[in-house]
């Protein structure tokens, strides 16, 4: 479900905490991400690790899960922002990291091109911009609106082509795939998508390990809001 850049090599993390249910899911999430955890501390290069919990030596670099801030050390507070999980590995992975979690959609759209709209679909979204498919090749630099729907709220939302792939022979390819970068006159809109690809890697996660929206391990993230949701 979410899109991550193709490691040239296995990104391996550990999850060490109290709550198997919440170690369970974090590492769902950090699959999706391309980010494999491992049992073995001394096979992980990052390990996310409960505060208090004591580890046998070793030459991992350690982020700490804790409710209080640390004086020293990495560390991440409890509730869990995702998007400071992310920021973190690709900072430590990869030399030009990432800033935006990306997620696969597959969505209906609407574009609006000067005064012609046209009908396309949606098949990644990041809360700077996404990639989706046309009928019709549109060049790089043309402004466009861009018209979705997410959970129930239609989103009109101004845009930049960044990229023009025209259709090829394979099934994936049998439209042009166009890569757009978000320019909302509302910097709130960045906001609002961060939330709801957050919302997002939750509800995947917890539906493939069947924990429940409900269960006690969630409290250990910062839930999204989306209009007015959890």
């Not at 995702?82 to 935006?100: C, I, K």
């Not at 609006?112 to 060049?139: H, N, Y």
Request: hydrophobic share 40%; proline share 7%; glycine share 6%.
């Amino acid at each position: 479900m979410i899109l991550g850049d193709k490691p040239s090599e296995i990104k391996q993390v550990a999850v060490i905490t109290r709550s198997q249910q919440f170690s369970k899911l974090l590492t769902s999430i950090l699959a999706d991400w391309q980010f494999f955890a491992v049992e073995d501390l001394s096979a992980a290069t990052v390990a996310f690790v409960e505060r208090g919990v004591e580890l046998p030596d070793h030459d991992v670099r350690v982020v700490w899960l804790t409710s209080m801030p640390l004086e020293k050390g990495d560390f991440l507070t409890t509730p869990i922002s995702l998007s400071e999980v992310y920021l973190l590995l690709q900072a430590h992975f990869f030399p030009t990291p990432r800033r935006n979690i990306r997620v696969a959609m597959d969505i209906p759209v609407e574009l609006k091109i000067e005064s012609t709209w046209l009908q396309g679909q949606l098949v990644s979204l990041s809360d700077r911009g996404g990639r989706l498919t046309c009928a019709r090749e549109i060049p790089r630099g043309a402004e466009l609106t861009l018209e979705l729907k997410l959970e129930g709220e239609t989103l009109r939302i101004p845009s930049e082509v960044l990229y023009c792939i025209p259709a090829g022979d394979s099934s994936s390819r049998l439209q042009p795939q166009i890569g757009v970068l978000f320019k909302p006159t509302n910097i709130e809109m960045f906001e609002r998508l961060k939330r709801f690809i957050e919302k997002t890697c939750i509800e995947c996660a917890c539906a493939r390990e069947g924990i429940s929206l409900n269960d006690p391990c969630l409290s250990w993230l910062s839930l999204p809001v989306v209009n007015g949701n959890p």
